[in-house]
């Protein structure tokens, strides 16, 4: 099949998927789409009905047919022989394997995929609806309980997977994916709403995501008050007991260590010059020179997912919502995966 075909296809089945989660499709879909949720949260208590739908609208933005013509134009077309692509897909946050999975089709290769066991019925969900609307499709998916005959890999993963990754396939053309985490900037400028912005990309998906904003890099002199009071709004994290016990073991912890913390009763913030922070924390750390602080980000480099900020490249509120060009850990899995070689 064509590549213009499957844009179509693809652009086909992200507007289904948006009319059956906006509720604007009626009978057995939606029927289908509350069962997955509910069998999906049950499978993984992290995986709640407002995380699924921000998970969904994600993909629907990501499958819009502008964005896949113009994303895969920029790409030569497999016109030879196809390769059996292994993929194995974090659980972590709803459908993290999506977009991995959305670029071995594009580029002509067959998947197969190894899926989390902790997110198992989501992307199935999403592939039924494609298969719904262009059933020859079938036949270049695949999933597996274990990887075997593949030519190249895709693999995301901890620090401590990454070297089982390494061991395991190192051999094949490969793309491994470790811990990556993201931060924020604050100039001290910014206003109520910014800051409440930024609380999307703190507690969206509670934390979990490479994409989260687990630091924030803070002018010397800021005050946190007005921080605090513009989170109140995601207060309804308290409603949840695996967030909430990570909060009260983190805050037990400090006061037992006699480490300083700030706290709202949901969120703790501690001084600490490391970008990972457990879910229910996050970290920050005092600047004085711009200058400086651009030198310390660049030294982050390897360990950053993104950086939002008030003026930068993405902006407060956006860092989950990347677009279909925008690749995990800056690594383009297109060129990787029209350019593989026997």
């Known amino acids: 099949m064509k590549r213009s075909d499957k844009v179509e296809i693809w652009a086909q089945t992200g507007e289904v998927l948006r009319q ?4 604007e499709k009626s009978g057995t879909w ?166 409440i912005l930024l609380g999307k990309d703190i507690f969206t998906y509670f934390g979990l995501g490479c994409r989260n904003v687990s630091k924030i890099f803070i002018p010397k002199g800021y005050v946190l008050d007005e921080f605090f009071l513009s989170q109140q709004i995601y207060s309804e994290v308290m409603q949840h007991n695996k967030y909430m016990n990570n909060f009260d073991y983190h805050q037990a912890l400090y006061l037992l260590n006699r480490q300083p913390f700030l706290t709202n009763n949901f969120l703790i913030l501690t001084e600490n010059e490391s970008l990972a922070s457990p879910v229910s924390v996050v970290h920050y750390e005092y600047y004085d020179d711009t200058k400086k602080l651009d030198v310390r980000i660049k030294s982050l480099e390897q360990e950053l997912q993104c950086v939002v900020s008030k003026q930068g490249k993405i902006s407060f509120g956006q860092a989950q919502f990347p677009a279909v060009t925008d690749y995990a850990d800056n690594i383009d899995t297109m060129a990787f995966l029209t350019t593989l070689k026997n």
């Open 30 to 195: 939606n029927q289908k789409l509350e069962d997955v949720a509910i069998r999906a949260a049950i499978q993984n208590p992290w995986f709640t009905r407002p995380q699924l739908q921000i998970s969904f609208e994600g993909i629907t933005k990501m499958l819009e047919y502008e964005s896949l013509k113009n994303w895969t134009n920029s790409y030569p077309e497999i016109s030879e022989k196809s390769f059996r692509v292994g993929v194995i897909m974090a659980g972590n946050i709803p459908m993290a394997g999506f977009h991995d999975l959305l670029a071995v089709n594009m580029s002509g290769n067959h998947l197969v995929a190894k899926m989390s066991v902790d997110d198992k019925l989501l992307i199935p969900f999403i592939l039924e609806i494609l298969f719904s609307i262009a059933p020859e499709l079938k036949n270049e998916f695949e999933t597996v309980d274990r990887l075997n005959d593949i030519e190249a890999i895709i693999a995301t993963g901890s620090n401590n997977t990454g070297r089982y990754f390494e061991h395991y396939f190192g051999k094949y053309p490969h793309i491994f994916r470790k811990n990556r985490n993201s931060a924020a900037i604050l100039t001290g400028n910014e206003n109520e709403f910014d800051l």
């Open 20 to 23: 059956i989660v906006n509720g």
